[in-house]
């Protein structure tokens, strides 16, 4: 397995060094460096080039978002997942309208932050189960939504993995319910995004939103 070069951008020493002893227990993740705001995650960027950004977003000097918004237009390559304790609209959605690729709330279990810092290296997106809820609801509410025939349909196994996918589950997770490979999950994601012609797991969700496809009532 590939290893994933990580930086960790937290102004709490000891929430790096948590974070840090986390993600690096299976070997194939590397911190390759630390840094306590945002001016100073951007220095270590320019310097080291790595995988993946664990981004606080209240920060000194320059904050998560700014500091995400910058890697985003200079270095698109780069992959930021905010682990953060907060929770609210004001801050999830700026972040990932700035970029973010996915958004984990510090009270997560440690193997949701790993999956997700592996998710976000191999491409995808990944939030915490709240933070897609809330991601959903305020598409609903600020949104009118169409009829459903405005989204081509989806097959039944595509509408479970939506299902799922909306309840905020991991690949790993949605294969072992459906009994499938993560290849045949990743596929079906693909082919949902390729129908609906959205670029990722948050816009999925976003579209599904709209369309009324899914309840988090």
Do not use: C
Request: proline content about 4%.
């Amino acid at each position: 397995m590939a290893e994933i070069r990580v930086i960790i951008a937290d102004d709490d020493p000891l929430v790096r060094l948590a974070l840090a002893h986390l993600v690096t227990r299976d070997g194939d993740v590397k911190v390759i460096g630390e840094a306590d705001d945002g001016q100073q995650t951007l220095d270590l960027i320019e310097k080291d080039q790595p995988d993946v950004v664990m981004m606080d977003i209240q920060m000194p000097v320059l904050d998560g978002i700014e500091a995400t918004e910058a890697i985003t237009k200079r270095w698109p390559d780069i992959r930021v997942l905010a682990v953060t304790t907060l929770d609210s609209r004001e801050t999830v959605l700026p972040m990932l309208a700035a970029g973010a690729a996915g958004y984990m709330l510090k009270d997560s279990s440690a193997e949701a932050i790993t999956d997700a810092l592996r998710q976000v290296h191999a491409g995808e997106s990944s939030l915490s189960p709240q933070i897609t809820a809330l991601l959903v609801q305020h598409v609903r509410a600020s949104s009118v939504v169409p009829p459903t025939g405005d989204l081509p349909q989806l097959t039944d196994r595509e509408s479970q993995v939506l299902h799922q996918l909306s309840l905020g589950m991991s690949n790993s997770e949605m294969a072992e319910s459906l009994n499938v490979s993560e290849g045949t999950i990743k596929a079906h994601l693909g082919s949902i995004m390729s129908k609906w012609n959205v670029r990722d797991r948050v816009q999925v969700l976003v579209a599904a939103a709209r369309a009324g496809l899914v309840d988090f009532s």
